[in-house]
């Protein structure tokens, strides 16, 4: 955060020194030279040194030197922003080294941005998280989302999968959409950009892809999430929250600085999933088919444990899985000219990641420019711009045929891979079943992505207090997804194929802003804001599908003998807004601030287009009176609070006027129909918060405590309403329901050893509670067959039968309950005892409940940091306390359908009359359905994990100047290394969708990794 505190080091050193005596010393002048360096002995840059009393003074360089022409007896100040400022007689003395030490006091100085510009922590009454650079991982999987886990309070962020570059399920106090969106709005430089998560192809495969990883987070100076209704300053995209990031610029360092990283890391999978082996499998697999025919088995692999190739004994995860090398190396160079009217920042990324899955890769390029000049005096500007390429050869993951994932753990473990005569691989197993390993090797399935996303912006200063500012900004991305099947892994009557998706997006804005800071008298400060804004978004993607690929060496569309699907999809809208805000502080004691937007969308009719979404703060630092002062322990106290309005238009483009498409043709020409209901009536979805906060600090600011409350309701909930199947049509977009959301969130950062040890601690604390509202009809919403908005139910619910155990014997069954209906089957010992709910001694759909909830009860994070001397270990804990994952992974494993392996619950399985056990008999098929979706499957998702533990040894001064370089430092650290927790999967954080009311399903995705890394850093 260093660079922000730049911007402001001459603002605040003017006050200082405003108060300061002058003391000149006499006699000839001459070159004074010094260093200013920190606690740790490294350089400050952009240190001021003043001589005492006058206009003359100078800047330290990148190494914390400086030169100044001085008189003997002189008195210099020397400050830095976040550090107690030193005065200073040089006396008779030619050279100096300064130290400075952080100045609590200061800490409410440093700005932060909270939308269209920054406001000092301590003027701030809104409910904002911040991180800085410091705090950023930089490992080699490191990555925005992942950065932000665990550091700020009320921010849920759970990874969807392992995958490089995988969507992450991100949450702001709670879910705020039912059916529309509730990702948050991401602000990069002041533009918004995409952050919708694409998916792995055509093909199901329980993917999803961020569009944040495009984005190097090394090159992130700091990170603010907004998280009440101030938001409103973004009007109808604010109702999930907002996401600030500011990348890194070039300071004032007068010399050209070369800062160069690299990173060599070792993946790992954290745990296998417990199956069985090869005579515990024989074993089940038997049983299965006599409880189902009554006759044993003659199935020559389960059989014939001599046949040489159904001999072997496989945990197919041990083949599958493997330690993989990822490199990363990123370089950056920044400046400024001598008469600082110019900096710059430049940097370059690559990333070659092996994941863990065999014959996977990803690679990914990057680079981002920054430069800011000064025209005149009066006019200024800034470039910036991002891009970025990855290439991503991977497999499928779900729970298809074709998910080598999932085929890891379903493949029979007797099965040899490759023939034990020629030593050739085998594509297909006994029963056209896909060899894992062939799966891995012959399918193709590849990721090319390019994405461009930068801004130009011109600023016009018309007096000290009045500004104008525009800006354009683009967010361009093509990506190609390719999805081949070789015939090798195909069943006989099933013919090739070669999926191809192309997607792109593109978007442009402008922005134009006046703003106004005006201080009045002593006492009253005022700055206004007056906003456009336009911004239009284009969207192009085609689907085609080939048929019967000639050669598997030929994986392209043109190699295939059939086109069986094209389509094109061609989609545009626009955003239209206006907005203002107006803050006024008195002796920033009593602190107001106001903000309107008003929001047009071409997604709504002419009816509806706008939107109007308020919002009002206050706050009071109560420290400041003068009764209080006398609490000398409390070192700050501010009471503040909220009340705003926020939007969301996360519908589809023309929802409102009702879509076409075509179905082939009708006497030679295209036939087109209707395929929805206009709705000129739709709107927007709004969101009303409110917040009271508290922020404290005691003992010198060594303890802070950040509390805040909130409740959050969420009214006329973007919909698709089920209409009678006698109009034609399915559902109508219409505004109906509500949702509440409302929590506590908690941040407690503590000094807790200040001398050459020292040891500093965040711990951070957020409880949500959603609940549904209303709904049409007040009836439930299914999205999936897991899930379900129930009004009275937290969002998402898991909906199925309740298990209550499994029946010992066959008299235990003495009502009896039946299966299905009055005539159904009675269950018998081994079979599920399923909860009757409406107690008519039938367990069907009537006996459906609530079984589980995928949402937290509470989640955080707990951050040390010790150092001594060069040393410095610190340490990331993240919790997740309360919410259920729905093992589906288990439940398609030992439903046992088809012919494959089993989980080792098994081995606990039901088999003779008078069995007490947990899980039921096994029955090919599965008749009695004892493998329903039921609380069976509903697992406690609750853990703990050690996400991060780095241990960093900067080098020595004596080192660095005998290498001749500024400075450097040795990073060794391991990330993912522990998760306490008991669910049975691969990782508790897992989730298949992105949707609010799909989340928790574990369908097999691809593993989180462990990696141990071993990083460099140097700058020149």
Excluded: C
Excluded at 279 to 306: C, I, M, W
Excluded at 323 to 341: C, H, M, P, T
Excluded at 593 to 604: E, I, K, L, Q, T
Excluded at 762 to 776: A, D, G, I
């Amino acid at each position: 955060m260093k660079n922000i505190y730049l911007m402001i080091t001459f603002f605040l050193m003017t006050y200082l020194t405003s108060f300061a005596q002058v003391k000149v010393g006499t006699g000839s002048p001459f070159n004074f030279t010094g260093r200013v360096i920190d606690e740790t002995g490294e350089g400050l840059i952009g240190a001021s040194v003043r001589l005492q009393g006058t206009t003359t003074g100078t800047a330290t360089d990148k190494n914390g030197n400086f030169r100044i022409l001085l008189n003997p007896g002189s008195t210099i100040l020397v400050d830095y922003i976040g550090f107690k400022g030193q005065v200073i007689n040089i006396g008779d003395r030619t050279t100096i080294v300064v130290k400075l030490v952080p100045d609590a006091q200061q800490l409410g100085n440093v700005t932060i941005n909270v939308g269209y510009g920054t406001q000092k922590v301590k003027e701030v009454t809104g409910a904002v998280g911040s991180i800085s650079a410091k705090q950023m991982d930089t490992h080699a999987l490191g990555d925005v989302n992942t950065s932000l886990q665990g550091k700020i309070a009320g921010l849920q962020i759970t990874s969807n999968s392992g995958e490089p570059g995988a969507g992450a399920t991100v949450r702001i106090r709670g879910a705020s959409s039912v059916n529309g969106s509730s990702q948050p709005l991401y602000i990069v430089d002041g533009v918004p950009i995409n952050s919708d998560t694409y998916g792995g192809g055509l093909v199901d495969d329980a993917s999803t892809f961020s569009p944040l990883a495009d984005l190097n987070p090394q090159n992130i100076e700091s990170i603010e999430v907004l998280k009440d209704g101030t938001a409103s300053i973004y009007g109808s995209r604010a109702s999930n929250g907002v996401i600030i990031i500011t990348t890194k610029s070039g300071g004032n360092t007068k010399k050209p600085e070369i800062q160069f990283s690299a990173n060599a890391s070792l993946a790992e999978i954290t745990r296998k999933i417990g199956v069985l082996n090869g005579p515990q499998f024989r074993s089940a697999y038997k049983d299965a088919v006599f409880n189902f025919t009554g006759v044993e088995t003659t199935k020559a692999s389960v059989v014939d444990s001599l046949h040489p190739y159904y001999s072997k004994d496989n945990n197919w995860q041990d083949l599958m899985y493997r330690q993989a090398l990822q490199y990363k190396a990123d370089v950056s160079i920044k400046g400024a000219s001598k008469e600082n009217n110019m900096n710059y920042f430049v940097s370059a990324g690559y990333k070659d990641l092996n994941p863990i899955i065999r014959d996977t890769r990803f690679k990914q390029t990057y680079a981002a420019a920054k430069v800011y000049y000064t025209v005149t005096k009066a006019i200024s500007g800034n470039t910036n711009f991002n891009i970025s390429n990855n290439n991503y050869n991977r497999i499928l993951t779900g729970l298809s045929n074709q998910s080598a994932i999932y085929q890891a753990l379903s493949t029979m473990p007797v099965y040899t891979p490759y023939d034990p005569t020629t030593g050739v691989l085998i594509p297909l197993l006994e029963g056209s079943k896909p060899n894992p390993i062939a799966i891995a090797e012959l399918a193709a399935n590849q990721i090319n992505r390019w994405r461009v996303f930068g801004n130009q912006d011109l600023r016009i200063k018309f007096s000290k207090s009045l500004q104008f500012k525009t800006t354009l900004g683009v967010d361009y991305s093509n990506t190609e997804e390719t999805n081949f099947t070789p015939q090798s892994l195909l069943p006989q009557g099933q013919i090739s194929s070669s999926y191809l998706t192309t997607g792109k997006n593109n978007s442009f804005i402008n922005e134009n802003t006046l703003n106004y800071n005006k201080t009045l008298g002593k006492n009253h400060h005022l700055t206004v804001l007056l906003g456009q804004s336009y911004q239009k978004f284009q969207d192009n993607k085609v689907n085609i599908i080939g048929k019967g690929l000639i050669d598997a060496t030929i994986t392209s569309i043109n190699g295939t003998s059939v086109v069986s699907l094209y389509n094109q999809d061609i989609e545009e809208h626009s955003l239209l807004s206006f907005f203002s805000r107006a803050n006024y502080d008195y002796k920033s004691k009593y602190l107001f601030s106001a903000v309107m937007r008003a929001d047009g969308s071409s997604r709504f009719g002419p009816e509806n287009r706008f939107g109007y979404f308020p919002s009002f703060s206050a706050g009071w630092r109560i420290s400041q009176e003068e009764w209080f002062k006398p609490l000398t322990f409390v070192t700050d106290a501010k009471i503040r609070g909220s009340f705003g309005i926020t939007g969301n238009q996360s519908i589809g483009n023309y929802a409102w006027q009702g879509s076409h498409y075509t179905v082939g043709t009708y006497l030679g020409n295209v036939a087109i129909i209707s395929n929805g209901v206009p709705n000129p009536s739709l709107k927007w979805e709004t969101t009303e918060q409110s917040n009271i906060g508290l922020d404290l600090a005691f003992v010198d600011n060594r303890i802070r405590l950040t509390a805040d409350a909130y409740l959050k309701k969420t009214n006329g909930l973007l919909f698709d309403v089920a209409v009678p199947g006698s109009t034609g049509y399915v559902s109508v977009p219409a505004n109906f329901g509500s949702l509440e959301n409302k929590g506590l969130e908690f941040t407690l950062s503590t000094v807790n050893i200040d001398q050459a040890f020292k040891w500093n601690s965040t711990f951070t604390l957020s409880l949500n509670r959603n609940k549904v509202l209303s709904l049409p009809g007040n009836q439930d919403f299914r999205p999936n067959i897991y899930n379900m908005a129930r009004v009275g139910q937290p969002a998402g619910v898991f909906y199925g039968l309740k298990s209550l155990g499994v029946y010992a014997s066959d008299t235990d069954n003495s009502l009896p309950y039946r299966q299905g209906s009055a005539n159904g089957a009675i269950y018998k010992g081994g079979d599920v005892i399923w909860e009757d709910v409406n107690g008519d001694g039938i367990i069907n759909d009537s006996d459906l409940q609530v079984i589980g909830d995928p949402n937290p009860d509470f989640s955080g994070g707990f951050q040390n940091e010790f150092s001594y001397k060069n040393f410095t270990l610190s340490a990331l804990l993240t919790y997740n306390i309360g919410n259920d994952v729905f093992n589906e992974v288990k439940r398609n494993l030992d439903a046992s359908p088809y012919d494959q392996n089993l989980t080792t619950d098994q081995l606990r399985r039901w088999r003779n009359q008078g069995d007490i056990t947990d899980v039921p008999r096994l029955v090919k098929t599965d008749p009695m359905l004892n493998y329903a979706i039921s609380s069976r499957f509903v697992e406690d998702g609750s853990f703990i994990r050690l996400q991060n533990l780095a241990l960093n040894y900067k080098l020595s001064g004596k080192v660095i100047n005998k290498l001749k370089i500024n400075n450097a430092n040795i990073g060794i650290s391991v990330v993912n290394l522990f998760t306490w927790g008991s669910y049975s999967g691969y990782d508790p954080e897992v989730s298949s969708s992105t949707n609010a009311l799909a989340v928790g399903i574990d369908r097999g995705s691809f593993p989180k990794t462990r990696t141990y890394n071993l990083s460099l850093n140097i700058n020149l």
